[in-house]
């Protein structure tokens, strides 16, 4: 891991095979995760590490707003605020938490808990997210587990699994049944796909990566393609052609939750 992510304050666990996970307190974030020894999530080469901005790759915890869809800053908070480590249920394992705070009060005045637990399996990567209301009032929200996955070429990539759902294709601004066997991934894509129920697979020249969710009812799959990376000032040049988000998400239906209501979505991504 580059030395300029230190000051973020990073944790990491190990298997005797050599996998390992790297996760920032800032953030809650993955910031990496190597099976077969191999990275398997992207970490842009130019992504900023001064503790303010979100990273660009990874794994972002996106809360309380997922994108733009409200009127919080993009993604909501939980990205770029300081989490905390709680007592883990294993040695493989990371648990933080994430509470309110003045700056996050001013923003969306609720009280909360965020509980990301992060677990290192054998060729798997597994991440589970609790949102408790600890307040007195009603509160809704939005997010996403943000994953970036490291592949060979986008352009040979095929993501199969979401045949038959409905796709909401943010590029088109369109709503419709899926009909082909994997998107388009040679081009840029922001689809929102609905009621996932099913493991969705990720297969390219020499990767194959099985992932499952479950809490979460959308998928997103996004990649900004050529013209779209150029505008991102923390995706270097070419890096585009080397990642796919594959986010476990809930995007159309907005989760409610009443004082001292819980939910639990989480993401399982194995390498086979």
């Known amino acids: 891991m580059d030395s300029r992510f230190d000051r973020l304050g990073l944790l990491v666990r190990e298997l005797n095979d050599g996998s390992r996970i790297v996760v920032s307190l800032f953030g809650g974030h993955v910031l990496s995760w190597v099976a077969g020894g191999r990275e398997r999530l992207y970490l842009s080469g130019t992504a900023v590490a001064d503790a303010r901005q979100a990273i660009r790759g990874g794994v972002p915890v996106c809360f309380p707003q997922f994108s733009g869809r409200g009127l919080l800053p993009k993604h909501g908070f939980a990205r770029t605020q300081r989490w905390r480590e709680l007592p883990s249920d294993n040695a493989q394992s990371i648990r933080l938490q994430l509470v309110e705070n003045d700056e996050t009060l001013r923003l969306w005045p609720h009280s909360f808990s965020l509980e990301l637990h992060v677990t290192l399996q054998p060729q798997a990567l597994a991440m589970r997210l609790e949102v408790r209301n600890t307040g007195a009032q009603e509160w809704s929200f939005t997010g996403a587990l943000h994953t970036y996955l490291r592949v060979e070429d986008v352009s040979t990539t095929r993501l199969s699994g979401l045949q038959g759902l409905r796709v909401e294709d943010t590029l088109r601004n369109v709503i419709e049944p899926v009909a082909e066997e994997s998107p388009n991934l040679e081009k840029p894509i922001d689809n929102v796909y609905h009621?996932?129920?099913?493991?969705?697979e990720l297969r390219g020249r020499s990767e194959t990566l099985r992932i499952e969710q479950n809490g979460f009812a959308d998928a997103v799959?996004?990649?900004?393609g050529t013209d779209g990376a150029s505008r991102i000032?923390?995706?270097g040049t070419g890096e585009e052609r080397h990642f796919l988000c594959v986010e476990a998400a809930q995007v159309r239906t907005p989760v409610v939750l009443g004082p001292g209501g819980v939910w639990t979505g989480s993401q399982i991504v194995r390498a086979l």
């Open 195 to 200: 009621d996932i129920s099913s493991p969705l």
């Open 233 to 235: 000032s923390d995706v």
């Open 221 to 224: 799959v996004w990649n900004p």
